[in-house]
């Protein structure tokens, strides 16, 4: 049997971490997308610790990611990325390092989507209570948004006017 070379070790833990947080990171998402859509600030507020401290532990992966292809250029190993390294460390038809990476991505693709998802249904609701106030502050009653004033009205168009 083939020892694993140091650089394959670095990439196989690498995206066992990456693995892990992406998996949570959806978690708290999914989690969040359903407090928001019951409006349960409550819940929402409780999720922003774990979420933070998730979007803490995603940068420090992309910190070790620039770490690992700077040290694998360093050995000689030249990858402008994960996908890249993976393919230059794995051992003969074994693709379990380039499945790892494509299913990474793929959760990255998921966890853009569902932070989209959150930001869109968070606009949403702002609007929706703008509406509200509105609403409350006019006592119901429509408002234009432009009024003109009398002596506006009582003149002509700009071309109109003598000088």
Same mark, same amino acid.
């Given at each position: 049997?083939?020892?694993?070379?140091?650089? *394959?070790?670095?990439?196989?833990?690498?995206?066992?971490?990456?693995?892990?947080?992406?998996?949570?990171?959806?978690?708290?998402?999914?989690?969040?997308?359903?407090?928001?859509?019951?409006?349960?600030?409550?819940?929402?507020?409780?999720?922003?610790?774990?979420?933070?401290?998730?979007?803490?532990?995603?940068?420090?992966?992309?910190?070790?990611?620039?770490?690992?292809?700077?040290?694998?250029?360093?050995?000689?190993?030249?990858?402008?990325?994960?996908?890249?390294?993976?393919?230059?460390?794995?051992?003969?038809?074994?693709?379990?390092?380039?499945?790892?990476?494509? *299913?990474?991505?793929?959760?990255?693709?998921?966890?853009?989507?569902?932070?989209?998802?959150?930001?869109?249904?968070?606009?949403?609701?702002?609007?929706?209570?703008?509406?509200?106030?509105?609403?409350?502050?006019?006592?119901?009653?429509?408002?234009?948004?432009?009024?003109?004033?009398?002596?506006?009205?009582?003149?002509?168009?700009?071309?109109?006017?003598?000088?």
């Amino acid at each position: 049997m083939q020892s694993v070379s140091p650089v *394959e070790h670095d990439v196989v833990a690498f995206l066992g971490e990456l693995s892990s947080v992406q998996d949570e990171l959806l978690a708290v998402l999914d989690e969040k997308r359903k407090s928001l859509t019951r409006a349960d600030l409550t819940a929402v507020n409780a999720l922003q610790a774990r979420e933070e401290s998730l979007v803490a532990r995603l940068n420090a992966c992309q910190q070790r990611r620039q770490e690992m292809l700077r040290d694998a250029k360093t050995q000689g190993i030249a990858a402008q990325n994960l996908g890249e390294l993976a393919n230059s460390v794995q051992r003969g038809n074994d693709r379990s390092l380039s499945n790892q990476v494509k *299913e990474a991505n793929s959760r990255m693709r998921l966890l853009q989507t569902g932070l989209l998802t959150n930001w869109l249904l968070a606009q949403r609701t702002l609007l929706h209570i703008s509406q509200l106030l509105e609403i409350i502050a006019t006592g119901g009653r429509i408002q234009p948004t432009y009024v003109m004033s009398e002596s506006v009205q009582s003149r002509g168009a700009l071309l109109d006017q003598e000088a």
